[in-house]
């Protein structure tokens, strides 16, 4: 008796369990179902609506539009190109932007499935992309530039280099990507578990959850930072809350990762032409990085031998490592806004000139004998932080650094200290490799 009676009980038990989790799978169906239909209808409603400072769509192709928002009205342009995954790269650069934008115009360029720009299903390949911000620079009104790459967008500068010469006065590369790493396997299997990660979290965009996380841990996406440096207001803030519900890990997004070390094989043998100006900015956190890899002789290479590889004239380029992490844009962008300003009023860019090797007939276009273009006529007299009595360059490979001649400098300013032993300048006189390398140290 007792025993049938245990028998119907585990059955009845058996057959609610079931119900129960077949009501919670629909709940949940429900629940997600309706989240992704409000997401896409909220973000659609937004992304249209929005007609503030930080959206200025130009025409790339016949039917897609990028977003190039252009700060200040200086004679000479500054183009800054984002980081991979930027979701609202006019938002998340205007520090640096607001650095320079009363010396300089400021171009900010969104690629395509960035910020408010467009996704678009064209390849992400250097030819592609290259074009596509040469074009919307054009349609802005923009025909001659210094770049300023972020990470990896250093490999597209490379590429504008050498396909637009007339255009390209100089380069400011920020903690920027080289190709040749990707001759190494470590980083090579580092790039397939990246792209894997970004694969399977692109599923973020679609179901809402990236604008969830960015209210429940803000600081992986710097908004608290961002509140509080006084640099972005409410607004701001808000326009990249909206940008990273729908520009997460765009679809086109995820194309280029898929093509990154395809893209930086196709330009492995890139060096900088003579006549290029160039200041690469490496953050610390990143030759560190780099240097304890090497240490453990799982990469040949470090950072600055990297940077120092693509340099052939010690004269118009400079390699500096500047004391903060990958994020110069958030972190460090008063020490990159000193830098640039330093480099550019330097006359460096004023009458720029340089020849490209011919890699690909199609799309490398041999210059005239003896054309030079005049960009500038004249540089402001007066620039506030001046950086001139901060930094020494560091001379180029077999040149001698007398130590003696080297100035104390005072506290809370850029220092570089001489390694007797080694003749590079290092904040704490440490053994170095890279003698064409300036190390640069903030002190807060």
């Known amino acids: 008796?007792?025993?049938?009676?245990?028998?119907?009980?585990?059955?009845?038990?058996?057959?609610?369990?079931?119900?129960l989790i077949f009501l919670l799978v629909w709940a949940l169906i429900i629940f997600f179902g309706s989240m992704i239909v409000h997401h896409i209808l909220k973000m659609g409603e937004l992304s249209n609506t929005y007609k503030g400072e930080y959206k200025t769509l130009v025409e790339v192709d016949d039917d897609k539009m990028m977003n190039v928002v252009v700060?200040?009205?200086?004679?000479?342009?500054?183009?800054?190109?984002?980081?991979?995954?930027?979701?609202?790269?006019?938002?998340?650069?205007?520090?640096?932007a607001d650095t320079l934008k009363d010396s300089y115009r400021v171009a900010v360029v969104e690629y395509y499935?960035?910020?408010?720009?467009?996704?678009?299903?064209?390849e992400r390949t250097l030819d592609n992309i290259t074009s596509e911000v040469q074009l919307a620079l054009n349609q802005s009104g923009i025909y001659e530039y210094v770049l300023m790459p972020h990470s990896l967008s250093n490999i597209y500068a490379m590429k504008m280099v050498y396909k637009y010469p007339e255009s390209v006065k100089g380069v400011i590369s920020l903690d920027g990507l080289?190709?040749?790493?990707?001759?190494?396997?470590?980083?090579?299997?580092?790039?397939?578990?990246?792209?894997?990660?970004?694969?399977?979290?692109?599923?973020?965009?679609?179901?809402?959850?990236?604008?969830?996380?960015?209210?429940?841990?803000?600081?992986?996406?710097?908004?608290?930072?961002?509140?509080?440096?006084?640099?972005?207001?409410?607004?701001?803030?808000?326009?990249?809350?909206?940008r990273i519900a729908t520009s997460y890990l765009t679809s086109t997004m995820i194309n280029e990762?898929?093509?990154?070390?395809?893209?930086?094989?196709?330009i492995v043998e890139y060096k900088h032409p003579e006549g290029l100006p160039v200041l690469q900015i490496l953050s610390s956190e990143t030759v560190?990085?780099?240097?304890?890899?090497?240490?453990?002789?799982?990469?040949?290479?470090?950072?600055?031998?990297?940077?120092?590889?693509?340099?052939?004239?010690?004269?118009?380029?400079?390699?500096?490592?500047?004391?903060?992490?990958?994020d110069l844009q958030y972190n460090s962008y008063n020490e990159v806004g000193k830098l640039v300003k330093e480099f550019i009023d330097s006359g460096k860019t004023d009458e720029v000139y340089y020849e490209v090797p011919i890699i690909e007939e199609e799309i490398v276009e041999?210059?005239?004998?003896?054309?030079?273009?005049?960009?500038?006529?004249?540089?402001?007299?007066?620039?506030?932080?001046?950086?001139?009595?901060?930094?020494?360059?560091?001379?180029?490979?077999?040149?001698?650094?007398?130590?003696?001649?080297?100035?104390?400098?005072?506290?809370?300013?850029?220092?570089?200290?001489?390694?007797?032993?080694?003749?590079i300048y290092d904040p704490k006189a440490a053994k170095s490799s890279s003698s064409d390398v300036v190390v640069v140290e903030i002190n807060n």
């Open 1 to 19: 008796m007792l025993k049938k009676l245990f028998f119907k009980l585990s059955v009845w038990i058996d057959t609610l369990k079931g119900f």
């Open 71 to 96: 700060y200040g009205e200086g004679e000479k342009t500054i183009v800054i190109l984002p980081g991979f995954g930027s979701q609202a790269p006019v938002i998340q650069y205007k520090a640096i």
């Open 113 to 122: 499935g960035y910020g408010y720009s467009m996704v678009t299903n064209k």
């Open 178 to 242: 080289y190709p040749a790493q990707y001759n190494e396997n470590y980083y090579y299997d580092e790039y397939l578990d990246e792209l894997h990660n970004v694969e399977l979290t692109s599923i973020l965009e679609l179901s809402g959850f990236a604008r969830i996380l960015s209210y429940v841990q803000p600081d992986l996406f710097y908004i608290n930072k961002m509140a509080s440096e006084g640099v972005w207001g409410q607004d701001e803030v808000a326009v990249l809350r909206n």
């Open 257 to 266: 990762m898929q093509r990154v070390r395809d893209n930086s094989l196709e």
């Open 288 to 326: 560190e990085k780099y240097s304890k890899n090497k240490e453990k002789d799982l990469i040949k290479k470090d950072l600055k031998e990297l940077a120092v590889d693509i340099v052939t004239n010690s004269e118009l380029q400079t390699t500096v490592v500047l004391k903060g992490t990958h």
């Open 366 to 423: 041999e210059q005239e004998d003896g054309e030079d273009v005049e960009q500038a006529e004249e540089i402001q007299e007066e620039q506030t932080d001046s950086l001139e009595s901060m930094i020494e360059v560091v001379p180029a490979p077999g040149e001698k650094v007398d130590a003696e001649e080297v100035e104390e400098e005072p506290e809370n300013e850029i220092k570089a200290e001489v390694n007797k032993n080694t003749n």
